[in-house]
C-alpha cells in the first residue's frame, strides 16, 4: 500500500494487515516530520498530512485510507 506522492509505503500478509501498517507508517512519518522533515524542501509542504494525522484517531485514519468504505 502507498500514497502517491508521498514517500509513504506498507506491506502485510493480507489488505487488513498493510492498512495497519500504513497507519504505523503514517504516525511515524507525522512524528518525524514534526522533529525534523519540516525543513526539508521536499517535506515542507506536507505540513497539512502531518497535522490531519496528528489530529486523528487510527479509526478516522483508516477511513480516510479506504475512502470511509467500511
Known sequence: MFLPGL???ADGA?????V????VALREYAND???RLRD???HRE??????LI?????????D?????SR
Open 46 to 51: 506536507n505540513w497539512g498530512l502531518a497535522q
Open 64 to 68: 480516510w485510507l479506504l475512502g470511509g
Open 14 to 18: 493480507s489488505f487488513d494487515e498493510a
Open 33 to 35: 516530520w514534526q522533529n
Open 40 to 42: 526539508a524542501p521536499n
Open 54 to 62: 496528528g489530529l486523528s484517531t487510527d479509526e478516522q485514519l483508516r
Open 20 to 23: 495497519d501498517e500504513m497507519l
Open 7 to 9: 514517500p509513504i509505503a
